[in-house]
């Protein structure tokens, strides 16, 4: 007994020095990759020549700290470091470079380009296969081409009458809480009603998919929830392949209410038209998205597509078409009547050249583009609330990028920021005003170079034309027959974290009644 004794207490001493030991071992290695990360970002990579912070060249410890930490704010740090190391191009990563010159941008984002996605960053979302994910070009150009017809400007100025009373049940909500006293969110409303509108496109007849309240649908709820896990899952992409690696059984029962009632709403819809193709001969311009997908699979498979890939992909429309249109709206709205020159000049505009009736029933389409007061209303809404304010990363292909005298490798993620082009000072003189009137000016085709609220070549955003009509008849409407009072909290001005779209810190809150003619508030 006392022999095993002597050999257990030999033992546990011998563990006892060991596990000092193996920790010493493993903070040796680290710091051995921690020196070896650092040397080579700042001596070996093929990057550094690149201005930048040498924290970057090491590590994404500024993106860290200023999108997750700080919610949301690391594109707001560009233009300082352009201007900071005096150059259009800087590094804020260990293989990423951002560009502040609208030369490269175009050459960047245009037609045909070799500027692929970077697939890492546009699935962090567990979103693999939808269009917007989509990297290969052959692939995202079959995609495209099967859904361009529901998104084509002919669609879009058809589905107008429907934008049209969709919005005019809208108003009779929020005038019906107007006489109640109570003031309304502009903000989660005018979102609502890009849900639906939406909806009718992915879905055909399908009734609204939310309710117009006075508390925030399940639906926004989870958009909004995804959205603020965005800085995270762009810097830690794993996380959404972890998730995905669990059985649908598991995790469809921790899906959010919204998510599981838009796959409910989904199912109901989809599964009537699953085995029933549309017929090659019909307009597709009319076709809803879901039966252009089921056509699209049985024409190259054979066979439907699963409901899950179907609910997925829709779902991705909802996410993309919520917050570009409706917050949008929301702070056109605010921008408009927080400037009674700019209100009453939009006013006599309409007045002269009604786009809508006062009966919400009729919507003259061929009006809405030529309004030189109205669209410059909506591009300076574009500029000052960039919807996607922040980097849209794309891959450096094979043979380079030369930016002033640095040349960037093939494989090298590289961005440009809607936020730095739209508050560039020497383009938009006082770039923190509201001044629609800058685009009436012979400036305006400059200026058109640095605004793409939509992005720009083969990869903008496909859903543009539907987004445009949506923001044109809903200003249009509201501010021919209608008198919008904001409400307090009034923001002093519109500022918005960057979750991929753009969040408001406040959102708008207003009354509204039926206009009386000749007043400007």
């Known amino acids: 007994m006392a022999g095993f004794n002597a050999v257990t207490k030999s033992l546990l001493q011998s563990d006892a020095t060991a596990i000092p030991r193996v920790v010493q071992i493993l903070a040796t290695l680290a710091l051995l990759l921690f020196l070896f990360k650092l040397g080579y970002g700042l001596f070996f990579s093929p990057l550094r020549h690149i201005p930048g912070s040498r924290l970057s060249a090491f590590c994404g410890w500024e993106e860290l700290y200023t ?243 179907l609910a997925e992909e829709t779902f991705t429309f909802i996410d993309a078409g919520v917050d570009t249109s409706g917050r949008t709206i929301a702070a056109a709205i605010y921008y408009i009547v927080r400037d009674p020159d700019v209100l009453q000049r939009l006013r006599s505009e309409l007045d002269e050249s009604p786009i809508t009736d006062p009966d919400g029933n009729t919507v003259h389409v061929k009006l809405l583009s030529i309004l030189p007061y109205l669209n410059a209303v909506i591009k300076e809404t574009h500029r000052m609330w960039p919807a996607l304010p922040g980097p849209l990363p794309r891959i450096v292909p094979a043979q380079g990028l030369t930016v002033g005298k640095y040349h960037v490798p093939a494989g090298t993620v590289v961005s440009s920021s809607n936020f730095v082009h739209h508050f560039n000072g020497t383009i938009f003189p006082q770039p923190h005003e509201f001044r629609p009137e800058r685009w009436l000016t012979c400036a305006s085709s400059e200026q058109d170079r640095y605004l793409n609220p939509y992005s720009r070549g083969s990869r903008a955003c496909i859903g543009i034309n539907l987004a445009q009509i949506q923001l044109q008849v809903t200003l249009g409407h509201l501010f021919a027959h209608y008198d919008i009072q904001l409400c307090e909290p009034i923001p002093e001005r519109l500022d918005w974290h960057d979750h991929f779209v753009a969040t408001p810190v406040a959102n708008v809150m207003i009354k509204i009644q039926p206009r009386q003619r000749g007043a400007t508030n």
């Not at 190391?85 to 175009?106: A, F, M």
């Not at 929020?174 to 989660?188: G, P």
């Not at 998919?209 to 958009?223: C, I, M, S």
């Open 67 to 309: 999108n997750i930490i700080m919610n949301g704010q690391w594109c707001k740090t560009y233009p300082e470091l352009h201007r900071k190391y005096d150059s259009s191009i800087v590094r804020v990563g260990p293989n990423h470079v951002h560009i502040n010159d609208i030369d490269i941008y175009e050459s960047i984002f245009c037609m045909g380009t070799d500027f692929c996605k970077d697939q890492t960053f546009y699935t962090c979302a567990n979103n693999d296969g939808s269009i917007f994910s989509i990297a290969d070009r052959a692939k995202h150009r079959e995609r495209r081409k099967t859904l361009s017809p529901r998104f084509s400007k002919q669609a879009a100025e058809a589905g107008a009458p429907g934008v049209l009373r969709r919005l005019q049940q809208l108003i009779d909500y929020m005038e019906q809480q107007t006489r109640m006293n109570k003031a309304c969110d502009a903000t989660n409303l005018m979102r609502a009603l890009t849900i639906n509108v939406v909806g009718e496109v992915l879905f055909g007849d399908c009734g609204d998919l939310v309710e117009y309240g006075p508390t925030k649908p399940a639906l926004l709820d989870t958009v909004d929830n995804l959205s603020s896990l965005i800085p995270c899952l762009r810097f830690f992409p794993y996380l959404g392949v972890i998730g995905a690696m669990f059985p649908s059984s598991i995790s469809e029962r921790f899906e959010p209410a919204g998510v599981h009632n838009f796959k409910l709403k989904c199912k109901e819809h989809t599964l009537p038209r699953m085995d029933k193709p549309i017929s090659p001969a019909m307009d597709r311009s009319h076709a809803s998205l879901i039966e252009l997908l089921i056509a699209h699979s049985h024409e190259t498979t054979g066979k439907a597509p699963t409901l899950q890939y």
